[in-house]
């Protein structure tokens, strides 16, 4: 039995050697044509994700929408769920990735990507919130997760607070970060203005300096990427933001251009 067992870790091992192998060799034939060095870190987080007990699986909501989550393999009834949902600011694989492994030894994770925003996409003409959490929360219960908690960053949190007003029967608690949920529009106005630029200029940048820019407002920590070479900053943008980039702009005009709501619903769960 412990040889057996032994033979299927050497197995895996050799497997998922030689598939960075092959990605390796196949990118560097077209390195002039393609992120390959953001490619291959995204192929190196993916990996991670897998040791962490995780796998993709993609869930069609309908002939129009499909979700993409990373899931926990095997689920344990001892352990709550807990959904985590990502910002503007890549996908789950980058922006998650420091928290995946602590969380998933307590928690049967599920990582969802946001409709545009890695391999979630949909032919619906809806740009909101409500619609990114009405999916979510449908595509959840799709695989059999009926209750669980949400831990949202950033854009994700305007999601997780759609979801729990929709779905308090599904969300047990809320945790959102760094999320500007309740605001005024005279508060959005003077914000814009000090800033200078339109949100969907930052938010889905086109240039290193634009993601330069995107990242020190983001951080509390300036200058972040000052050290970064442009050309990987170009091979980040390309690989995750050139991806529908005209729908990520959408997403970003929908929560400038709707008016504020001063009189948020107030949750009944714990709210970060």
Known sequence: MESKNLWQLISFYLSTTLALLR???????????SPFIIKFMDLILSVYFRLCDLSPCAVDLDDQTTIHFWVTNHRRFDRPS?????????????????QVGPLSRRFNLYIPDLLFFGKSHSKSPFRSEFFQAKCLSDGLKRIGVDRYSVYAISYGGFVAYRMAEIRPDAVEKVAIVSS?????????DQQL?????????????????DLRLLVNLS??????????????????????????????????????????????????????
């Open 23 to 33: 990605h390796l060799v196949l990118h560097i034939l077209t390195l002039n044509q």
């Open 82 to 98: 807990l959904v985590m949902i990502h910002g503007y600011g890549g996908n789950p694989l980058w922006q998650f990735v420091y």
């Open 180 to 188: 500007g949920l309740s605001y005024t529009d005279e508060q959005r």
């Open 193 to 209: 203005r000090t800033i200078g630029w339109h949100p969907s200029e930052i938010l889905v940048p086109k240039k290193p300096d």
């Open 219 to 272: 951080t509390f920590k300036q200058s972040t990427l000052n050290w970064v070479p442009d050309f990987l900053l170009r091979q980040f943008i390309t690989l995750m933001y050139d991806h529908c980039r005209k729908e990520k702009i959408e997403l970003a005009d929908y929560l400038v251009q709707k008016k504020a709501d001063p009189n948020l619903h107030v949750l009944t769960q714990a709210l970060g």
